[in-house]
Structure formats: structure tokens, C-alpha cells
């Protein structure tokens, strides 16, 4: 069997390690009224700004930016889960077994993607209402679908970092906080992307998460119509090139890992 045909299976038996984890980190009650619970208020809290400013218009786009920033939040998660293997003292095995490293941490931390989907459509379908923000049903399940977009996207730049940090686990939090408020600045979530200098434009273009959002907020603002369709493509295709460098840099640390003997058992 190819290494690619195994990907499949790798990443699945890998999964099941991801869902054992989330289990372990959290019970229905501190998921419902701990995690929930802070990220809707806070999705509430700067939906308030556009409150204060008398801005319905400014309160419905806080909304809606920071509810969707939600799933891009905990896809975001994977830089820090990614350096638990090094932590548990796994990496090396992993490294010295003869499968690939890159489809193992795609599975690895997947049980941020169904908590930051659930956490933001609820943050957009229960808060929205409460400052103008309604949808169809069709409306819904469009966006419910580009959330998921948004995840997923984000979850393979995440990867990306993650690699990176395997080799600085000490920077990991550091990474991935710089990285979120990055993209909540210059994606579209407070303020939009044209308020920006064109070179970090650019930058925002180059992050799935921009392109997601744009296509919730078309289907907010006009319904549902076929830009949003380029708007996913465009995140989808940015999100392969950043997987692509992800594993790359993965085989990296794994080729230098067995060269040097650089992947130590220790954290």
C-alpha cells in the first residue's frame, strides 16, 4: 500500500486519539458552561462596541466577525496540542516508525474542529438575533457549512505553525497567541481588511481565514450568491498550500531528527 493510500487510516487511528483527548480535557458541563459560555460573552462583548457606538451596522459586523473567529480560535489550538507528543515523550517513536509524520497530526488535534464549529454557530444562530443578525434556513446552512470551511482552513495553517514549534516548544504559546491576534486584526473581524496599508493586505490574503469570512459576511449581508463559491476555493487552495509546507516541514524534523538525534525523549 502507498504511504499516500495509508493516509486514510493513519489519520483516523490518530483521530481517535484526538476524541480520547477532548474527552479527558472536557466533561458536556465545563464544555457547555466553561468554554461556551467565556467565548460567547466575549463574541457578546465586542458586539456591545457597536452598541456604545449607536451602530447597529457596527454591532452586527463585531458579531459576526468575532462568532466566526471562534472556529478559526480553537483550529488554532493545534500549535499547542501538537507539542504534547514531544511532551509525552512520543516523537520519537513516532519518528522512528515507518509511517510518515504529517498524516499523524492531521488526526492529532482534530478535536478542536467540531468544538470551535458547534461554539461559533451557536455564538451566530443564539447571540445573532439579539443584535439584528438573523438568517433563512437556507441562509443557515450555508453558513454553518463555511464555518466548517473556516475551520478546517485555519486547522492546516495551524499545522504549519505546529511544525514549526516542534523544534521551540517553548515559543508554542507564544506562536499561536501572536498568530489568532493577528488574524482577529487584519482578517476582517474588527475592522475591514481595506482599513489596512496594502502590504498587510497582502498578508491577510495569504490566511484562509479572510476568505471565510468574507463569504459569511456576503451571505449575510446579500444572501447567498456565487462569490462565495471563489471565496472557498480561494480558502481551500491557500489552506493546501499551507498543509503542503506543513508536511514538508515535518518530514524535515523527522529527516534531522534521525540524522542528529536532535528528538530527545525529554521535553
Known amino acids: 500500500m502507498s504511504t499516500l493510500a495509508r493516509w486514510p487510516r493513519i489519520v483516523g487511528?490518530?483521530?481517535?486519539?484526538?476524541?480520547?483527548?477532548?474527552?479527558?480535557?472536557?466533561?458536556?458541563?465545563t464544555w457547555t458552561f466553561g468554554w461556551l459560555g467565556r467565548v460567547v460573552s466575549q463574541?457578546?462583548?465586542?458586539?456591545?462596541?457597536?452598541?456604545l457606538l449607536d451602530s447597529p451596522e457596527a454591532a452586527a459586523y463585531l458579531l459576526v466577525g468575532n462568532a466566526v473567529m471562534i472556529a478559526a480560535l480553537e483550529a488554532m489550538m493545534v500549535v499547542a496540542s501538537t507539542t504534547w507528543?514531544?511532551?509525552?515523550?512520543?516523537?520519537?517513536?513516532?519518528?522512528?516508525?515507518?509511517?510518515?509524520?504529517?498524516?499523524?497530526?492531521?488526526?492529532?488535534?482534530?478535536?478542536?474542529?467540531?468544538s470551535g464549529v458547534a461554539t461559533a454557530l451557536i455564538a451566530l444562530f443564539v447571540a445573532g438575533p439579539l443584535f439584528g443578525v438573523t438568517w433563512s434556513l437556507g441562509e443557515g446552512l450555508v453558513v454553518a457549512l463555511l464555518v466548517v470551511v473556516v475551520a478546517v482552513t485555519t486547522y492546516c495553517f495551524?499545522?504549519?505553525?505546529?511544525?514549526?514549534?516542534l523544534r521551540a516548544m517553548e515559543w508554542r504559546n507564544i506562536i499561536s497567541n501572536?498568530?489568532?491576534?493577528?488574524?482577529?486584526?487584519?482578517?476582517?473581524?474588527?475592522?475591514?481588511?481595506?482599513?489596512?496599508?496594502?502590504?498587510?493586505?497582502?498578508?491577510?490574503?495569504?490566511?484562509?481565514?479572510?476568505?471565510?469570512?468574507?463569504?459569511?459576511?456576503?451571505?449575510?449581508?446579500?444572501?447567498?450568491g456565487s462569490p462565495i463559491v471563489l471565496d472557498c476555493l480561494l480558502a481551500i487552495g491557500i489552506a493546501a498550500l499551507w498543509l503542503a509546507l506543513a508536511?514538508?516541514?515535518?518530514?524535515?524534523?523527522?529527516?534531522?531528527?534521525?540524522?542528529?538525534?536532535?528528538?530527545?525523549?525529554?521535553?
Not at 463574541?43 to 452598541?51: C, H, K, Q, S, Y
Open 85 to 114: 507528543e514531544r511532551r509525552a515523550g512520543t516523537l520519537p517513536l513516532l519518528i522512528a516508525a515507518p509511517s510518515p509524520l504529517a498524516p499523524v497530526f492531521v488526526g492529532r488535534s482534530l478535536q478542536w474542529l467540531p
Open 43 to 51: 463574541v457578546i462583548f465586542f458586539a456591545l462596541i457597536g452598541r
Open 13 to 29: 487511528y490518530s483521530a481517535a486519539n484526538a476524541l480520547a483527548d477532548f474527552r479527558a480535557t472536557y466533561s458536556v458541563k
Open 158 to 165: 495551524g499545522l504549519f505553525l505546529a511544525a514549526l514549534v
Open 178 to 224: 501572536v498568530a489568532y491576534l493577528t488574524m482577529m486584526a487584519i482578517c476582517g473581524v474588527m475592522v475591514p481588511v481595506s482599513f489596512w496599508p496594502s502590504w498587510v493586505q497582502g498578508v491577510a490574503q495569504a490566511l484562509p481565514l479572510t476568505h471565510g469570512l468574507r463569504a459569511v459576511r456576503r451571505v449575510a449581508a446579500d444572501g447567498v
Open 247 to 267: 508536511a514538508g516541514a515535518l518530514r524535515w524534523l523527522a529527516e534531522q531528527g534521525r540524522r542528529d538525534g536532535s528528538i530527545e525523549f525529554a521535553s
